[in-house]
């Protein structure tokens, strides 16, 4: 079989997949976080906690549980990193210097998982799954308990209350990562993913050397790392590592498992508002834009000009000879048009237009389909954006899910929206323009310098933490800097997305009319797929132009 055809073959069989999938996964978390009964581990969970399932919050107390918990999080995982030394299972490692400790205790948390660090030097076995792992789980469901507050502000009418902040919380986890992840990290144990306690093993290599070979829990890391959309490798080279991904399928399996969740809500969100057509239309959406970045980079890779590239069939400098280039294109597309930024492959090395399309998959905001929750609250957000600019061209006004779109909705909605292009684009021009820092950080001259700086802070302020690795992030300088960007990039857009849901909750409800744009309609499909690609494109074309673009084209 020509590699064409196996990576045609797999991208087939990863969409009859999911296709399969995302019906009951999406009726599961919907029937999940809309039961009124609490299972007796959640009640033990609330009982230690001291909080109130049962407590109806209004939008600011919503949030300001998520804040509460989020900045709780940073301090106890910072902490944990600084006193590893102490620590059972710290396999001899110091604790983790201040500006990296602060560095990755924000990214675990934003469900960023940036990594200046090489997980197995610098992480013992208990802050791994004591701390990173936890956090994966914490992480990936206040993004989930965030989407649902913002479909309960369009389905509640004349109400401040979104719910329990608490009980979403848990139930998410208990019910829907928790089982999950079990199954998953079994397959990924039963394919020989790494998973034990074991100190390091040195063994003598077939040319008499001697190599140190660090275990640890690894699989069922993977498999929340996978599935929460998190990304954060137990190993430097992440995904690639052979104790991370020791053969084709099981990387396969982990690019299902990072879109399994994702690519459910759209079928959560049908359930919870009561038509099933909304939440398939997302779905169409998302998984559209999301097969035209897969097809382009795999073309990019497959088609890469130079000497080496025509050489070897494909541009394989960076890439896994045991995944191929089909399977490299297809991990990376899904990796960084999720938030989960775990990578089995190089993406420094991708030709400028395979890692500008990349680039472009974190610039769209992460909503196709997006990170778990993040990306359903994203592309409501711009589902609302795209119902304003129909209804400026009918001359009525807009309306979403039986709610109207008024001047404080689009407020909101337009903060949001500009909040991570402006994240992106000052952080990264205080670093390009600073000599001391590009020095410090850039190690490539023209175009691509610019690109790693541009791909870095993009990776930042989306919660995406994959990375171009030719930048040189582990300074204070950028540890501090990226660390603000990340909780700015998730926390701000959090904040205005529950404010727009506690908005629209306190409206009535208004009945379809004969002038009422369909939401469910091809036509409205076209429309939100432009305007997720256009605000980008008219966002970040400059610097795209000065990037990716010049360097494909020199």
């Given amino acids: 079989m020509s590699d064409a055809a ?15 999938a995302q019906g009951p996964l999406g009726a599961w978390i919907a029937r999940s976080l809309s039961s009124t009964r609490h299972l007796a581990l959640e009640r033990a969970v609330y009982r230690v906690a001291g909080v109130d399932p049962d407590a109806d919050m209004r939008w600011p107390v919503y949030a300001r549980s998520v804040l509460v918990l989020s900045a709780v999080s940073v301090l106890l995982l910072y902490g944990l990193q600084r006193v590893q030394a102490a620590l059972p299972l ?34 013992g076995h208990l802050v791994q799954a004591g701390g990173l792992a936890v956090q994966n789980f914490l ?19 004349r109400t401040d209350r979104l719910g329990s902040f608490w009980a979403d919380l848990v139930r998410t986890c208990v019910r829907v990562l928790l089982p999950l992840s079990l199954v998953a990290a079994l397959v990924l144990l039963l394919g020989g993913v790494v998973q034990n306690l074991a100190e390091p093993t040195t063994v003598t290599t077939l040319t008499g050397g001697e190599q140190t070979l660090v275990g640890g829990p690894v699989a069922s890391q993977e498999a929340i790392k996978e599935l929460g959309t998190n990304g954060g490798g137990f190993y430097n080279a992440n995904s690639a590592h052979p104790f991370e991904g020791p053969s084709a399928w099981v990387s396969l399996l982990q690019v299902f498992l990072l879109l399994l969740i994702p690519f459910s809500m759209p079928a959560a969100l049908g359930r919870l508002v009561g038509d099933r057509r909304q939440g398939h239309l997302l779905l169409a959406v998302m ?54 930024g775990a990578v089995n492959s190089f993406h420094d090395s991708y030709t400028a237009a395979g890692g500008g399309v ?28 795209a119902v304003f ?68 802070y993009a990776s930042a302020a989306n919660n995406n933490g994959s990375a171009f690795a030719g930048f040189g992030a582990a300074t204070t300088y950028q540890d501090t800097a990226l660390g603000v960007v990340m909780l700015l990039g998730r926390f701000v857009p959090v904040v205005l997305v529950l404010a727009l849901a506690g908005s629209l909750a306190r409206q009535t409800a208004v009945p379809a009319g004969a002038g009422t744009l369909s939401t469910r309609s091809p036509v409205f499909g076209v429309l939100l797929a432009v305007v997720v690609v256009v605000v980008a494109g008219l966002t970040f074309v400059p610097a795209l132009a000065l990037a990716p673009l010049a360097e494909a084209l020199s």
């Fill in 6 to 20: 196996a990576g045609a073959l797999q991208v087939a069989v990863l969409v009859a997949a999911l296709l399969a």
């Fill in 90 to 123: 710290a396999l001899g490692l110091p604790g983790v210097p201040a500006p990296t400790a602060w560095n990755t205790a924000v990214s675990f948390v934003t469900n960023t998982n940036w990594q200046s660090y090489s997980g197995e030097t610098a992480m």
């Fill in 139 to 157: 992480s990936a469901a206040v993004g989930v308990s965030v989407a649902v507050a913002l479909v309960r502000g369009f389905t509640r009418s």
């Fill in 287 to 340: 998984g559209g834009l999301w097969l035209l970045a897969v097809t382009a980079v795999t073309w990019a890779e497959t088609a890469g000009r130079g000497l080496a590239p025509q050489a070897a069939g494909a541009a394989m400098e960076g890439k896994e000879v045991r995944f191929g280039e089909a399977l490299s294109a297809l991990f990376a597309a899904s990796t960084t048009a999720t938030s989960t």
């Fill in 358 to 385: 990349l680039l472009l998959n974190m610039m769209l905001g992460e909503v196709t389909p997006g990170g778990v929750g993040s990306g359903l609250y994203g592309m409501l957000v711009l589902a609302v954006v």
């Fill in 389 to 456: 600019l129909a209804g400026l061209m009918v001359g009525r006004t807009p309306e979403l899910l039986g709610k109207k779109i008024g001047p404080r909705q689009m407020v909101l909605v337009a903060l949001s929206v500009l909040t991570m292009p402006a994240l992106l684009l000052v952080g990264a021009a205080l670093t390009a323009g600073v000599p001391a820092l590009v020095g410090a950080s850039v190690q490539d001259a023209g175009p691509h310098g610019l690109s790693e700086v541009l791909y870095a």
